[in-house]
């Protein structure tokens, strides 16, 4: 059943630290990893991803890495700023299953001045 | 740029009435999805579609319907809406072939309440 009131993982940091948001993800099945971010009031806008044939991938300040042996996705946000706020997304897209993504809770990121 | 439009972002309706959210692409791709959002509960996947009307049940698709008569527009049908549908609904698109992974495009989001 739904479980009502659940608090997402927060994530504190300082602006202009790295930040890292880590993913666990489910299906060692999965081929094709995504993070998306979410502003408040706003749909999910895509980041990065990542195919499994690949262990990093960079884009604009961001990096993401793929741990397959224990099912680990991690983001990294080079110098934090405070439009970074948001809520971040991982996603998995099991092979079989077409362009179906599989979302994560979500970690919410909050930036200090 | 890839836009995706819904057709509220607000929406207050009663018990038992039928609701229709309306989400529409304007870059021809082939896949779209209808999700809800819920406080903790991330993003649970309703009813996808990989062509016109064709349509797949996602992980919760009960106590809805969808319908995709044109490539562009998705729409998510609430046949009679109850107060534990209240919840943020998102449409999203992606263009990958034959519904292969790929990046998936959100709408803004429809914020809808039931009372």
């Known amino acids: 059943g739904e479980s009502v009131g659940l608090h997402l993982p927060t994530l504190s940091v300082q602006e202009g630290d790295n930040s890292i948001i880590n993913c666990a993800y489910s299906n060692s099945a999965s081929d094709y990893f995504i993070w998306y971010k979410q502003e408040s009031g706003k749909g999910p806008q895509f980041i990065i991803d990542?195919?499994?044939?690949?262990d990093k991938r960079q884009g604009q300040r961001v990096t993401v890495l793929l741990n397959k042996t224990v099912k680990h996705l991690s983001l990294q946000i080079a110098a934090t700023q405070p439009g970074d706020s948001a809520v971040y997304f991982c996603?998995?897209?099991?092979?079989?299953?077409?362009?179906?993504?599989?979302f994560g809770q979500g970690t919410e990121l909050s930036v200090k001045p | 740029d890839v836009k995706v439009t819904q057709s509220s972002r607000y929406l207050v309706k009663r018990t038992g009435e039928k609701v229709f959210l309306e989400c529409v692409q304007d870059m021809d791709h082939e896949n779209m999805f209808w999700y809800r959002q819920d406080p903790g509960l991330g993003l649970r996947l309703i009813y996808f579609s990989y062509d016109v009307k064709m349509k797949e049940k996602g992980d919760i698709p009960e106590g809805y319907s969808v319908s995709r008569e044109k490539k562009e527009r998705f729409s998510l049908i609430l046949e009679s809406a109850s107060t534990n549908q209240t919840s943020m609904y998102l449409c999203?698109?992606?263009?990958?072939?034959?519904?292969?992974?790929?990046?998936?495009?959100f709408g803004p989001g429809t914020r809808l309440t039931v009372t």
């Open positions: 990542i195919r499994s044939n690949m």
């Open positions: 999203a698109s992606s263009l990958t072939a034959s519904g292969g992974p790929g990046e998936q495009y």
């Open positions: 996603a998995e897209n099991l092979s079989n299953q077409g362009g179906k993504l599989i």
